[in-house]
Structures are given as C-alpha cells and as structure tokens.
Nanobody, 124 residues
Framework: QVQLVESGGGLVQAGGSLRLSCAAS????????MGWFRQAPGKEREFVAT????????AYADSVKGRFTISRDNAKNTVYLQMNSLNPEDTAVYSC?????????????????WGQGTQVTVSS
C-alpha cells in the first residue's frame, strides 16, 4: 500500500504556472504508475495525466496537452505536475492516485489509492 499527500496548490492568475507535488510513503513510489486527476465543484473527477513506473511513458488528457507535464523522482518518492498557461477552466481540486497492482489508472474507479487533494484556483 501507499499513502499519498499532495501539495503546491494555490491561487494563480490566468496564464501563470504552478507545480504540484505528490509525496508517497509506505511502499516505494517506483512500484506504481502514478496519475493526476482533478475535480471541479459540481463536476465529475476527470483524468489529467499519468506516468509509468520508470517515467518513460506519459499520457495526458486532451485538455491539458502541451500545457501540463507530469514527471517523477523515484529517489524522492515524489510525482510532479507542472502546470503552465493556466486558465480558469483548470480550477479544481487536484489529486494524485495509484492502482493497487501498480498499473496505470485512467479513470477514477480504476484507482485505489488517493491523496487528500490540493486546491488550484485560477483567476481571470
């Protein structure tokens, strides 16, 4: 099992950038492919990005391609989400997630481990 804690959220102006971090404890992070999801108020949680165990493969939702970059530092047990060119539509609670067997999860119902989430608010 793994415990996940997100940080780095906050208030940012449209066009700005933030870097989110997801720190893992328990089992080593390298055991898991990791994903980022987000949930805006009143909306369903949606997939944002995922990264393979080694970091060699990434995938992104169309809405964030070219703007967001997921990365990982397994030595630090940390996954990052660099968010650039933010717009108000990116406002949401961002959570990192993992699946029990270490494989990637692209939908919320496929993920078993979740962090508490960190709020990202983009003002116009």
């Amino acid at each position: 099992q793994v415990q996940l804690v997100e940080s780095g959220g906050g208030l940012v102006q449209a066009g700005g950038s933030l870097r989110l971090s997801c720190a893992a404890s328990g089992r080593t992070l390298r055991t898991y492919a990791m994903g980022w999801f987000r949930q805006a108020p009143g909306k369903e949680r949606e997939f944002v990005a995922t990264i393979s165990r080694s970091g060699g493969t990434t995938a992104y939702a169309d809405s964030v391609k070219g703007r967001f970059t997921i990365s990982r530092d397994n030595a630090k047990n940390t996954v990052y989400l660099q968010m650039n060119s933010l717009n108000p539509e990116d406002t949401a609670v961002y959570s990192c997630a993992a699946r029990w067997d270490g494989s990637a999860c692209y939908a919320s119902h496929d993920c078993n481990y979740w962090g508490q989430g960190t709020q990202v608010t983009v003002s116009s």
